[in-house]
């Protein structure tokens, strides 16, 4: 790897564009050659993941009016296809119908280090991007591969939360790269397109705080829209906010650590195997990852507990992160409140160990509906629950070593009689260092799971064949990645929501 300083620099200077860090992000992109074998297979495993969680979110709210959106605007050309519809439609309006699908449940996968993501967030746009063009299986898992080896660099060398700005910033520059990768641009063209993209999807993170909307379902989609934007007006020639990283004006010195920021960056060497993808990790639970440890902890404790009625209090000791973003240091009242949006309960970790404690188990609709979250014995339990931060945990949760970093915490549940029950969890089950990592019969069997009554058996076998042979599809084949659903739930959903502009 190659250590890169990414510092802000006065206009004066006149920075090379060849030192300029938009550049050398383009050029990891569009110098990635023959791929690592166990990159491709993990490319494909979270082709199937985003498949899965898509289809399962297709007749709620935020994901049809996105999908209405989206078929607005079909295609003269060849155009991409959006999930539980016929239609062919702009490849920027696919990767915003289907981007929402992927993101709605939260339920994709993950990378945490210095800021946190969800790399998958790339892959709507890129196969948007592969259909349109006539692009093959091989193309596409290029893309990917070079898209999550920006995302999980940018993510590991450079914050955003602390600052306050939304994790969309780090997406919008990955999928410009992956898609450069994809379409062999010269690295000129994916340069300019970085800069476009860094510059117009940089936003606040009260995206992801108070009360939640279903705007963080469709932020990632904007990103991966903006960024399929930013690529088609570079390839026209078109140049950019320069230098959009170290400028004076620029990104580092007015939304991170200002005039005085200087960030490190590993980026890989020319012909160093892409592996970043196999860093990152997916979830068994529809909830926030941090929550994932904490899901199959409360399950592991149930046991342990006794009538829950006697629990006096619930102390989870955890990150820095986990506290302050999605437990009761952010001091959101809302996340302790039962009328709270979806969006807002699967980002409180005091809701979900509550209702994993009682329930023993967790489900993608049941554990968030409304009913379930004004169940009194809940109410009263979720509001015995709070979160601290210990600085072992957050240690943990940074630790430079994949092996060893730690994303749950420990719980400490006092009883009405003094007595203590208390148990810790360093990494989710599904975690590749978790009890039951995550393989491709897994994947396989999730994509079933949440398939199951609106993707046919048979739908669903064809789909896991064409997602099984991506290296070798020609570019027709690419639509067998979208299964074919129930279109009359589909079209009943769509045809219930008020109409907008298009």
């Given at each position: 790897?190659?250590?890169?300083?990414?510092?802000?620099?006065p206009?004066a200077?006149r920075l090379?564009?060849?030192?300029?860090?938009?550049?050398?992000l383009?050029?990891?992109a569009t110098s990635t050659?023959?791929l690592?074998a166990?990159s491709?297979?993990?490319?494909?495993?979270?082709v199937?993941?985003?498949?899965?969680?898509a289809v399962?979110?297709?007749l709620?709210?935020?994901?049809?009016?996105a999908?209405?959106q989206?078929?607005?605007?079909?295609a003269?050309?060849?155009g991409?296809?959006?999930?539980?519809?016929?239609a062919r439609?702009?490849?920027?309006?696919?990767?915003?119908?289907?981007?929402?699908?992927v993101?709605e449940?939260d339920?994709?996968?993950?990378?945490l280090?210095?800021?946190?993501s969800?790399?998958g967030?790339n892959?709507?746009?890129?196969?948007?991007?592969?259909?349109?063009?006539?692009?093959?299986?091989?193309d596409?898992?290029r893309?990917?591969?070079?898209?999550y080896?920006i995302h999980v660099?940018?993510v590991?060398?450079i914050?955003?939360?602390?600052?306050?700005?939304?994790?969309?910033?780090?997406?919008?520059a990955a999928?410009a790269?992956?898609?450069?990768?994809?379409?062999?641009?010269?690295?000129?063209?994916v340069?300019?397109?970085?800069?476009?993209a860094?510059?117009?999807t940089?936003?606040?993170?009260?995206?992801?705080?108070?009360?939640i909307?279903?705007?963080?379902?469709y932020?990632?989609?904007?990103a991966?829209?903006?960024?399929?934007?930013?690529?088609?007006r570079?390839?026209r020639?078109?140049?950019?906010p320069s230098?959009?990283?170290?400028?004076?004006?620029?990104?580092?010195?007015?939304?991170?650590?200002?005039?005085?920021?200087?960030?490190t960056?590993?980026?890989?060497e020319p012909?160093?195997p892409?592996?970043?993808?196999?860093?990152?990790?997916?979830?068994e639970h529809?909830?926030?990852?941090?929550?994932?440890?904490?899901?199959d902890?409360a399950?592991?404790?149930?046991?342990?507990?006794?009538?829950?009625?006697?629990?006096?209090?619930?102390?989870?000791h955890?990150?820095?992160?986990?506290?302050?973003?999605?437990g009761?240091?952010?001091?959101?009242?809302q996340?302790?409140?039962?009328a709270?949006?979806r969006?807002?309960?699967?980002?409180?970790?005091?809701?979900?160990?509550?209702v994993?404690?009682?329930?023993g188990?967790?489900?993608?609709?049941r554990?968030?509906?409304?009913?379930?979250?004004?169940?009194?014995?809940?109410?009263?339990?979720?509001?015995?629950i709070?979160t601290?931060?210990?600085p072992e945990?957050t240690?943990?949760y940074?630790?430079?070593?994949?092996?060893?970093?730690?994303?749950?915490?420990?719980a400490?549940?006092t009883l009405e009689?003094?007595?203590?029950?208390?148990?810790?969890?360093?990494?989710?089950?599904?975690?590749?260092?978790?009890?039951?990592?995550?393989?491709?019969?897994?994947?396989?069997?999730?994509?079933r799971?949440?398939?199951?009554?609106?993707?046919?058996?048979?739908?669903q076998?064809?789909?896991l064949?064409?997602?099984?042979?991506?290296?070798?599809?020609?570019?027709?084949?690419l639509?067998?990645l979208?299964p074919?659903?129930?279109?009359?739930a589909?079209?009943?959903?769509?045809?219930a929501l008020?109409?907008?502009?298009?």
């Amino acid at each position: 790897m190659i250590e890169h300083h990414v510092r802000v620099r006065p206009s004066a200077d006149r920075l090379p564009r060849e030192d300029q860090f938009a550049w050398k992000l383009a050029a990891v992109a569009t110098s990635t050659g023959e791929l690592d074998a166990d990159s491709v297979t993990m490319a494909v495993n979270r082709v199937i993941d985003n498949a899965a969680v898509a289809v399962a979110s297709l007749l709620r709210r935020p994901v049809a009016v996105a999908r209405a959106q989206a078929t607005a605007h079909r295609a003269t050309t060849p155009g991409a296809s959006v999930f539980g519809s016929p239609a062919r439609v702009s490849p920027e309006w696919a990767a915003w119908a289907n981007g929402t699908a992927v993101r709605e449940l939260d339920f994709h996968d993950t990378y945490l280090a210095a800021d946190y993501s969800h790399p998958g967030d790339n892959i709507p746009p890129l196969l948007a991007v592969a259909q349109h063009t006539g692009r093959t299986g091989a193309d596409l898992l290029r893309g990917i591969v070079a898209a999550y080896e920006i995302h999980v660099a940018l993510v590991k060398g450079i914050c955003l939360h602390q600052h306050r700005i939304d994790h969309v910033a780090h997406l919008s520059a990955a999928t410009a790269c992956g898609l450069g990768a994809l379409l062999r641009l010269p690295t000129e063209t994916v340069y300019q397109a970085v800069q476009q993209a860094v510059h117009t999807t940089t936003a606040t993170r009260q995206s992801r705080k108070g009360e939640i909307s279903s705007w963080k379902a469709y932020a990632p989609a904007f990103a991966g829209k903006a960024a399929i934007e930013a690529v088609d007006r570079a390839m026209r020639g078109e140049t950019s906010p320069s230098p959009i990283y170290e400028g004076e004006d620029g990104f580092l010195a007015w939304m991170l650590d200002g005039p005085q920021a200087d960030y490190t960056v590993l980026l890989p060497e020319p012909g160093e195997p892409r592996r970043a993808i196999l860093d990152t990790y997916t979830k068994e639970h529809s909830a926030e990852y941090q929550a994932q440890a904490i899901i199959d902890l409360a399950r592991r404790l149930r046991e342990k507990t006794g009538p829950l009625e006697k629990v006096r209090s619930v102390v989870l000791h955890t990150s820095h992160h986990t506290h302050h973003v999605i437990g009761s240091g952010a001091n959101d009242p809302q996340k302790y409140d039962p009328a709270a949006s979806r969006e807002t309960l699967d980002h409180s970790v005091p809701y979900i160990f509550a209702v994993a404690l009682q329930d023993g188990t967790w489900h993608h609709e049941r554990s968030y509906a409304p009913e379930r979250a004004r169940h009194p014995e809940t109410v009263e339990l979720w509001r015995r629950i709070t979160t601290v931060e210990d600085p072992e945990w957050t240690r943990r949760y940074h630790d430079p070593d994949p092996d060893r970093r730690a994303f749950g915490g420990r719980a400490v549940i006092t009883l009405e009689d003094g007595s203590v029950v208390e148990d810790e969890l360093a990494v989710a089950d599904a975690h590749p260092a978790g009890a039951r990592p995550f393989d491709r019969p897994a994947y396989a069997e999730k994509f079933r799971t949440l398939s199951e009554g609106i993707v046919t058996d048979a739908g669903q076998d064809r789909f896991l064949a064409a997602a099984d042979h991506l290296p070798e599809l020609t570019a027709p084949d690419l639509d067998g990645l979208f299964p074919a659903v129930d279109t009359e739930a589909v079209a009943a959903c769509d045809a219930a929501l008020p109409k907008g502009l298009f």
